[in-house]
């Protein structure tokens, strides 16, 4: 029999059914999607974007390289991707509503493939793509390890996998600000510009839930990438972490 913490997971601060989770992100997806690129853009105060550029310019994409960018949402990184170079790029996402949203900004584009899935089941074979990136998305997925081992399954030997997520702030001072601005601003802004002030509360905590930069390059390891190595940008508010399948 499972006990409780085998069951549960975190959903922000609250404890959750694993079974529940998924629902639960959906739902706040579904509700912020047709605001989601103008709330990044807020809350952030366009950050996000040298954060993705940031992103791009460690992976360095190459004319032969095929990317497979997981909760990719909207498109922001495998439009980055094609526009560096990359040859083409295959977004997953389990929610078609971001999809949707994504389609509108970047529909038109070639080489650009949109599937709606979950990052713990990817619909391809072994090792069918040179990259993949996951830019946001780890820590809203329930099971990261299952999601992670997925990702290494469809890269091709020596393919490589980038990860940017929220990470720890490593400055103290900075740290009171950042608390400051996440906790009680950034709730107030998601009230306001998508009427869903739950749904930022739960992505400022579902961030502070999330396992550290050491933590989660120990998990990179564990589930079997190699070379692993973590960038942390804006002082650790969001960190770069980059593994290779050898
Ligand atoms: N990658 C985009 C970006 O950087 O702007 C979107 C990031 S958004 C914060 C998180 C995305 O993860 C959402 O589009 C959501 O639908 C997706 N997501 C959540 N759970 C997922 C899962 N289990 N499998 C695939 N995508 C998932």
Same mark, same amino acid.
């Given at each position: 029999?499972?006990? #409780?913490? $085998?069951?549960?997971? #975190?959903? *922000?601060?609250? !404890?959750?059914?694993?079974?529940?989770? $998924?629902k =639960?992100?959906?739902?706040?997806?579904?509700?912020?999607? $047709?605001?989601? #690129?103008?709330?990044? #853009?807020?809350? !952030? =105060? *366009? +950050? /996000? @974007? @040298?954060?993705?550029?940031?992103? +791009?310019y460690w992976l360095a994409p190459q004319r032969t390289q095929n990317l497979a960018d997981i909760a990719g949402g909207t498109g922001d990184i495998a439009h980055r991707f094609l526009n560096a170079g990359g040859n083409s790029a295959h977004i997953f996402d389990i929610n078609k509503e971001m999809i949707l949203e994504g389609k509108k900004r970047y529909g038109n584009i070639k080489n650009l493939d949109w599937t709606i899935s979950c990052a713990e089941d990817i619909p391809v074979p072994d090792g069918k793509f040179e990259r993949a990136t996951m830019s946001f998305g780890l820590r809203n997925i329930t099971d990261r390890k299952k999601a992670l081992k997925e990702i290494? @399954? +469809?890269? &091709?030997?020596?393919? @490589?996998? +980038?990860? =940017?997520e929220f990470? /720890?702030?490593?400055? %103290?001072?900075?740290? &009171?600000?950042? %608390? =400051?601005?996440s906790f009680k601003i950034m709730p107030l802004i998601g009230d306001k510009v998508t009427g869903? &002030?739950?749904a930022y509360t739960y992505l400022v905590e579902s961030i502070r839930k999330f396992p550290n930069q050491a933590e989660l390059s120990q998990i990179f390891s564990e589930v079997g990438f190699s070379r692993v190595k973590c960038r942390n940008l804006s002082n650790g508010i969001v960190a770069l972490h980059s593994g290779w399948k050898i």
């Open positions: 029999m499972l006990n #409780d913490s $085998q069951n549960n997971v #975190d959903f *922000g601060y609250k !404890s959750v059914k694993k079974t529940d989770k $998924q =639960l992100v959906n739902n706040v997806f579904n509700s912020v999607a $047709q605001k989601y #690129d103008l709330m990044n #853009d807020i809350t !952030s =105060l *366009g +950050i /996000h @974007r @040298r954060w993705k550029n940031d992103l +791009i290494f @399954r +469809i890269l &091709k030997p020596g393919g @490589r996998f +980038i990860c =940017l990470s /720890h702030v490593e400055n %103290d001072i900075l740290k &009171k600000f950042y %608390d =400051l601005w869903n &002030k739950e």
